[in-house]
């Protein structure tokens, strides 16, 4: 799920404006220890496979809470090869429960794994997929359903574990896609950790970002594990050997391991910075908009908020200098490209998804944000009068 430009958070406002985790509560970032990290690595001759890549596997499995993660080249290549790992384990069943709204990239990940996706619909509310349309969607060839935290926010992997067992589908997977929800928590565990296997971007305008392309797949187990880390590599049982088909070349460099190495520390409060943000523009708010509720585990990746009146209100922004942008202006089911390749949806149809799909307005959020240009935006949302 990187590399898309529609992914990108909107960029600052266009002009000057008038812990649970032992990865919380670290000292500044200064842009001299970047530079010394990377510099210090490219001074290794290592740029692949060495000590960058493997401490930042341990490092971020550890703040994940699994015993296992493999980092890729990038956050889509990391959905594909957990569909082809998941695949293989089940070569029976080729179905996947997906949202309807993510922005395409589960389901370009499953057409790449041959396999058909499934469009559920979302919670009105959260804008995260929904569980009961998730039990509509199964079937006897349903492989896995992808957990979406989509913006930052946190779908309950707990519950809907639940309503997989109770509708007689506790075989199906669970994978979560965490590319906008680094950091999140459900509960006491961090996202990442509630499924059977989960995927990662490191896109630089994520909650951690390196600079460059990059993801990661995450898993508690031992057989998916090692099934991913073949696939990110050939296939390969040993150097040249293939023993798996399937595979492709999906690596993440050593500059890159080591950028991410250097900011995990601050993830915590990186997204304190971000969840207040959003606070504030909540605070800020006119009648008749409202802000998508992650959780209380969010981390507000994107702030989001649906009106009625989305197009008016993009344009008062543009007008006070303030850069906007929509997450994601077409759902999945509906691109044109994907029309003659197979897919199902909900039964009872996607409603909640149809409806949102033309409300949805994403603003400024990101860390470096000066309280000049949040009160800018903030003033800018206070003086629209959706009427």
């Known amino acids: 799920m990187t590399g898309a430009a529609g992914r990108n958070p909107p960029s600052r406002p266009r002009k000057s404006c008038a812990s649970r985790s032992t990865i919380s509560g670290a ?55 957990a569909l082809k790992a998941l695949s293989s384990r089940d070569p029976q069943r080729s179905e996947v429960v997906c949202a309807a709204n993510a922005g395409g990239y589960a389901a370009t990940a499953c057409y790449q794994a041959r396999l058909t ?24 060839d349903t492989l896995a359903v992808v957990a979406t935290h989509l913006y930052g926010g946190v779908v309950d992997v707990l519950r809907l574990r639940q309503a997989l067992q109770e509708a007689g589908y506790g075989h199906v997977a ?18 990442g950790s509630l499924g059977d296997v989960s995927t990662f971007s490191f896109y630089p305008t994520k909650n951690l970002g390196a600079f460059g392309d990059a993801g990661a797949v995450c898993t508690p187990s031992a057989d998916l594990f090692a099934i991913v880390d073949s696939l990110r590599q050939y296939g390969w049982a040993a150097k040249y050997a293939i023993g798996r088909a399937g595979g ?6 050593e500059v890159q391991a080591a950028i991410l190495r250097t900011l995990l520390p601050r993830l915590d409060a990186h997204n304190a910075m971000r969840r207040s943000i959003v606070a504030r523009y909540k605070a800020a708010a ?3 908009v409202r802000f998508v509720e992650g959780g209380e585990g969010a981390v507000a990746h994107l702030a989001v908020l649906l009106s009625p009146q989305r197009d008016r209100l993009r344009e008062h922004l ?29 039964p009872a149809g996607l409603p909640v998804s149809r409806q949102s799909v033309g409300r949805l307005l994403s603003l400024p ?5 000066t309280e000049e240009e949040i009160d800018a935006v903030c003033g800018a949302l206070a003086a629209f009068s959706g009427t």
Do not use: K
């Open 117 to 140: 996706p499934v469009y559920a619909d979302i919670d009105p509310h959260s804008q995260l997929i929904a569980v009961d349309s998730v039990v509509r969607c199964l079937s006897g």
């Open 365 to 369: 959020c990101f860390v470096g944000m």
């Open 27 to 81: 000292s500044p970032l200064s842009g001299d220890e970047i530079e010394a990290n990377v510099a210090a690595t490219i001074r290794t001759g290592w740029w692949l496979n060495g000590e960058q890549v493997g401490g930042f596997a341990g490092e971020f499995a550890h703040a994940v809470g699994v015993a296992h993660c493999v980092p890729v080249a990038n956050g889509t290549d990391a959905l594909e090869i």
């Open 174 to 191: 669970i994978l979560e896609d965490c590319a906008q929800a680094h950091g999140a928590f459900l509960g006491p565990q961090r996202v």
């Open 286 to 288: 006119p009648a008749g």
């Open 248 to 253: 492709r070349n999906s690596r993440m460099d």
């Open 318 to 346: 543009a007008a006070a200098g303030i850069a906007t942008d929509i997450h994601y202006p077409i759902l999945d089911c509906d691109q044109s490209g994907w029309t003659s390749l197979p897919r199902r949806i909900d």
